[in-house]
């Protein structure tokens, strides 16, 4: 068994700087991380970070945006937070030696994004989370901090009292890829989640294969809720064959989207008339969908985003990496020729939910980053804005894990009587109950195991028999099979356009999945970097967060964000201006709502029309 | 395929005096991938479509049996317009045999994992289209690293090298976060690094180093790199900077480079590995520090 103050599974943005804020806070830290830190999918991200700098812009300006983009849907408290923090926070990046752009004066340079009222996206080319990723693990190798890379975390080690806000976690149940070693980890003071997105639930993504959610359901799980599943960030610049996200950075310097017939048609069929390209994204995303739907689409499956007329010099210097994606993976020659692009699967703006302080309704048990939903995008992130989530709320998570004071937070997690009680949607299916539990749950024994040792040997010893029986059964269903097609059914049914009939038989399928999946073996039967094992948890993990994207999207009755709905096109605001929350409940997922927080610090935010 | 590559990055930073004249083995390779030269077979797409790949990917595991042998299996996957490499295993891993071991992640070239010795040359799995390759493909692990399963190598060393460097920027004389005040830096100094902060840690340029190969304790390209991206970063000061060149010109440091250029020959990102250690070793040599 190891043991350590924090331990923070995952070491992509957020989790690198949790741990580097735990060890600031004196903390002994661990990471835990799938991927060695710098294979991270942080890695991938290519805009920047919005945070107020320059004179003329504020933070107040810069919560003003995120609440108007987040249809309304975020809270007030974690907005101003972010908004706050986001400036010194960035500034540390640039003295721990990120290699931002820089203006003539050598200042760093921002430029426009989608959705914001000032240029205040900081940059460094197009490969902004490349640098952070590495700027960061570089601080986490200064500061001697240990990682354990190459270790799957399976589970938490949490205490199994009936209300999961009565819960302790003390610790996490990993797995050694390279030698099949399964060992406890015991966290003193605290486990943060950073594992990242599930965008792996969908077919056509920009997100790294690695991104399977594993976060989420550990965290589901254990008990804690996962707020807000249904809103998924479709981007609207991806490259149809692969996914390959294409900046936003682009539309941000002067990039030109034309349908099939050269039309500027974010201002020719009105979408966006006063911003056009830089409507924020889940805007951008329906228009081009719409164009294709009316045959305006480019091989009636993409438009094109021009960005010639900017000229080689400005492309090379802040959009390089740009030109070398168009050409690997799409074989277009940006400075020539239009790139194709197609929305495609990009973030969850919903996730474990946690307070501001990065705490969810576990004791202990906290979470950042894309994994979790504090919630600060509500319906639909604005661009750059999830960099600095990872740094802002990373080091939050980090603090509070280690002991730091942040003060009392306004944001209630868990189940409390502040929660209005289930939904009564007419389900398909009963998810989750399928007769037999893929999802595992909370090892019971009736809480007669108190101490923290006793806790995670417990669990070690639960997922020494899940592996076992996975590897020795010799016969049966493989993941791969399983996964692709509750992607299909996800990119499906429950994408940009959404029927309440489709996200029925989405779950319906994922029913399906989680049928099959207790037939599911490994065919690999060695100990040694055994990707199959892994892929086959993975997998189980995808059905459980694809399940609550598809239950939060057929609840939702209404359009806001990213959510859009046929049956009902208009946001109900009298209705829906609340979170959706779905836990783990028995074997089966239960829907509570917690109404939305728009009470800032010193002021209320109306909701208004959003219009671009 | 379309013939545009970026601008070769030493028109827009200072050359170096020597450098200039002379084309670097980086610009040659770029112009040589304008002419379409690189292709070793400069298939017709079109020609492959509906037709199957055959890939050879080598085989090993220290626990299995059948594989303690290492071994090559042959896949034949369907072709696909604009499949790669990495593509056509994950099609084989999925749908033929499930043990088929390789670590692969964002298949947008920036994660660093999927580094693998194709036809002969180290090439990132998810950049390679395997349109553009002889056919049949040969997979295996990187060379000159310790082989785990099939494609995965040990890169323990590798990180203990880059570890080695000091990875990390060292200015204690930072200005307060708290006033919202940076460092400055010209873009000229910037434009001077871009390149050796594009690494992405895939050891291909290590895996293809002879130097390496024969001396275990030599820094490698990466590293050396590593080293440069801070020693050149005017942000940091002097005396730093000095130090970083101690680290660098110690024995297995950047004198046992013998410019083979190599690294450049294969790093996914076009970093000028080579002149960057040229560079390095120029400034050691200004340093007067010691020559070995």
Redesign the interface.
Known sequence: MYEHDVIVVGAGGAGLRAAVAADEAGADVALVSKLHPVRSHTGAAEGGINAALQEGDDWELHAYDTMKGSDYLGDAPAVETLAKDAPEDTIRLEHWGMPFSREEDGRVSQRPFGGLSYPRTTYAGAETGHHLLHVMYEQVVKRGIQVYDEWYVMDLATTDEDDPNDRECHGVVAYDVQSGKIEGFKANQGVVLATGGPGQAFDHTTNAVSCTGDGHAMAYRAGAPLEDMEFIQFHPTSLPSTGVLISEGVRGEGGILYNNEGERFMFEYGYANNSGELASRDVVARAELTEVNEGRGVNDEYVHLDMRHLGEERIMDRLENILHLAEDFEGVDGLVEPMPVKPGQHYAMGGIETDENGQTCIDGLYAAGECACVSVHGGNRLGGNALPELIVFGKRAGYHAAGKDLGDARIKTGYGDDVEDETDADLPVEPGASGLDTSGGVAADGGVTADAEGVLERTVEQTREHIDYLIEKDDGVQHAEIRSKLQKAMTDYVNVFRTEEGIKKALKIIRECREEYQDVYVADPSRTFNTDLQQTIETRNLIDVAETIALGALVRNEFRGAHWRQENQIRDDENWLKHTLISWDDGEPSIFYRPVILEGEDKTYEPKVRSY | ???????PETQ?SPEDPEMKGAESPQQERLKEKESGMVDERSADESELDGETVHIKVFRY????ADKQEPRFDDFHVPFK??MTVLDAVMYA???Y???L?????????????DAFFVNGKQRLGC?TQISELEHPVRIEPLPHQEV???L?VD?DHF?DQM?AV????Q?ED??D??D????????EN?EK??MS??C??CASCMSSCNIAAGDNEYLGPAAINKAYR?AM?D??GDEIKEHRLRILEQEHGVWRCQTQFSCTEVCPKDIPLTEHIQELKREAVKKNLKFW
């Open positions: 395929m379309s013939t545009q590559q970026q601008k827009e595991d220290p626990e299995v317009k604009g891993r999925d749908t045999d499930s043990s071991t390789f670590r692969h992640s964002c298949r947008q070239a920036v994660c660093g994992s950049k785990v399963k099939d995965v890169m990180y570890h000091e990875p990390y920027f200015n930072t200005p976060a708290s919202l005040e940076e460092q400055r830096q010209s873009r910037r690094v871009k902060t594009r992405i840690w801070f970063d942000r940091e």
